[in-house]
């Protein structure tokens, strides 16, 4: 199984980013995927996450809300986090996971990606 992550960048204050997670090894069809970042010295939390049950119902942490939005494309078998009006408080390594658990808490994910590096100049 493996995930990989791209799409990350730098960029000012307002800018977009779209954010890809890709599986291989894996059906993304039968796992609940996630979005969790880490940003320096502090540690992870969780973004947003994508149900995988057939309603596809997701979840967002607070400060994204309105901003972010995750969806996934099972043709291809990957999932994106689109992220608009960035400040500098999201930068951080974002990481997708695959698990059996709908949450923004990352104990139920089972599998995890490297990571992609998200910067916002202010």
């Known amino acids: 199984v493996q995930l990989v992550e791209s799409g990350g960048g730098s960029v000012p204050t307002g800018g977009s980013l779209r954010l890809s997670c890709v599986g291989s090894?894996?059906?993304?069809?039968?796992?609940?995927i996630g979005w969790f970042r880490q940003a320096p010295g502090k540690g992870r939390e969780g973004v947003s996450c994508?149900?995988?049950?057939?309603?596809?119902?997701?979840k967002y942490r607070e400060s994204v809300e309105g901003r972010f939005a995750i969806s996934y494309d099972s043709a291809k078998n990957t999932v994106y986090l689109q992220m608009n009006s960035l400040t500098p408080e999201d930068t951080a390594v974002y990481y997708c996971a695959a698990g059996w658990g709908f949450s923004l808490v990352d104990i139920p994910y089972k599998y995890w990606g490297q990571g992609t590096e998200v910067t916002v100049s202010s």
């Open positions: 994508i149900a995988g049950t057939s309603d596809r119902s997701t």
């Open positions: 090894g894996i059906n993304f069809d039968e796992y609940a």
